[in-house]
């Protein structure tokens, strides 16, 4: 029988994912899509706090311990909002004063998480940068700024390797059992060009390879690779052509799961499949005798749970339908 897909073994990882397990997701826009999966399945996660950002250079900078106030020289106001450069316009206000609370109490909540974190899964979605001309800088977002402003630079793979290079030194010091995982994301940059885009995505990869063989700690996941040589066909995408769909995103998670999470914690997310399935059923009869006793099934079901997950939420669900 002929084999129309490229199919290949992700080998598993030496440090496992459990149901105990503090995690954080940085980067770009997969970085939520991976975060948002992973809180479904009830796991301690902070998905992508600081929004969705592109390259490698801004992600370190405000994932350094050090970073602790946003750079004064870089908020700026358009149309009579307020914005920072290093992150993403969900940070925005009609105040400098309270956008400034609002991402100075972000990096205050990060920088008191990441010494108990115990994984840091960050996605890299372009090696392309650009820089602020006045005062110099690089930027995580133009906000729409006219283009005269910035200047577009490719990142070499040296200058993400140094970039991290730092990070990693200061994350190390305030966390020794941190665990990095790296992954490129599968969303094609084509507005920079497909040949363009290429070139990016190979630069981020070779960036990861150097940095898994240079740190102990930090690991690569294939999702990018998954999208292209795997699922290598355009009904795995959204109607952009772009971004995965579902059923991508589904699978790669699945394949991620695979590789990262504990037995423990596999046995759960099976169990927590089949709860959930139940908490979308609808009766045609809500108050039949037959959906009542499946409600209070479901609903012990829950409590079995509920010392080790939070499922507080569910069982009031549960309880408002019993009679």
Known sequence: MQNFRTIFQIPPSSTKISLDSQILTVGSCFADVVGNQLRDNKLDVLVNPFGTLFNPLSIFKILSPTYTQADEHLY?????????????????????????????????????????????????????????????????????????????????????????????????????????????SPVRHTKDGIPENQVSKSILRAACHYLTTDYENVSYFPSYEIMMDDLRDYRFYKPDLIHPNEVAEQY????????????????????????????????????????????????????KISGRVDVREEVNFVRQKLV
């Open 252 to 303: 790669i998670f699945e394949k991620f799961s695979e590789t990262y999470f504990d037995e423990s914690l596999k046995d759960f997310t099976k169990e927590w499949a089949s709860i959930q399935s139940s908490l979308n059923h609808r009766s045609f009869n809500e108050k039949s005798e037959s959906h009542q006793v499946f409600l209070k099934k479901l609903l012990e079901d829950l409590t």
């Open 76 to 184: 700026i106001e358009n149309q009579k909002m307020w914005l920072h450069y290093d992150f993403h316009s969900q940070f925005i206000s009609h105040s400098k004063e309270n956008l400034q609370e609002q991402i100075n109490q972000t990096l205050f909540a990060i920088n008191c998480q990441l010494p108990t974190t115990n994984y840091l899964l960050i996605t890299f979605g372009t090696a392309f940068i650009y820089k602020l001309l006045n005062p110099q800088s690089y930027v995580a977002n133009c906000h729409k700024m006219p283009n005269n402003l910035f200047e577009k630079e490719l990142l070499s793979v040296k200058d993400i390797c140094k970039g991290f290079a730092i990070l990693h030194k200061e994350l190390k010091e305030i966390n020794p059992d941190l665990t990095i995982i790296l992954t490129v």
